[in-house]
């Protein structure tokens, strides 16, 4: 799937917005091993990165050629910011019609609209793939994530509150949501 849109930050700095390709994958690689090891709201730490370079190129440019799934990039002034995607839940009938999103942001760059449009672009290209609902897992202490995530109509329908353990050994719980995109 193609995406491109150039969108202004709160700042009044432009971000281009760009489907990933699989020139993009050194950048991309580089991002979530720093992105990972910046928070304890993702899903791994940056040592769990089981793929190299090469491969995220690879992931990346067939990713581009599926027409249910898509990586935006977030460039600001030549540097890449943030990543965002969707990709399916599974190719089985019965939950064809449900896409799963994810998000990360250098944390040089939150709180200035990168997630947001991020977001949005995902929401969007969610629609034109033809889903009818995007799901994501957010941890429940990550209230600026929650608020994004809610003020763009996702719903909580559950939790889990032994959804993550970190390395230190503590429960972070996680808040299921969901995002209705057609009747």
């Known amino acids: 799937m193609n995406y491109e849109k150039t969108v202004l930050l709160k700042d009044g700095q432009k971000c281009l917005l760009k489907s990933a390709a699989g020139a993009d994958g050194e950048a991309v ?8 090891g910046q928070t304890e709201y993702l899903l ?9 370079v090469s491969q ?10 599926n027409p249910r799934a898509v990586e935006i990039c977030a460039w600001v002034d030549g540097c890449l910011t943030g990543t965002a995607g969707i990709e399916p839940v599974g190719d089985k009938d019965k939950v064809r019609h449900r896409a799963e999103f994810g998000i990360n942001v250098d944390q040089a760059h939150w709180r200035r609209g990168i997630g947001r449009a991020l977001t949005e672009a ?3 290209c969610a629609r034109q793939a033809g889903y009818a609902q995007l799901e994501l897992d957010v941890v429940s202490a990550n209230g600026g994530a929650v608020a994004l995530y809610r003020s763009l109509g996702f719903e909580e329908y559950g939790r889990n509150p032994k959804g993550f353990r970190t390395r230190g050994g503590q429960w972070q719980e996680l808040v299921l949501m969901r995002l209705e995109l057609r009747p």
């Open 122 to 124: 995902c929401i969007q």
């Open 29 to 36: 690689y580089d991002l979530f091993n720093l992105t990972h």
């Open 44 to 52: 791994s730490y940056p040592d769990e990165n089981r793929f190299t």
């Open 56 to 65: 995220e190129r690879d992931y990346l440019a067939e990713k581009a050629e």
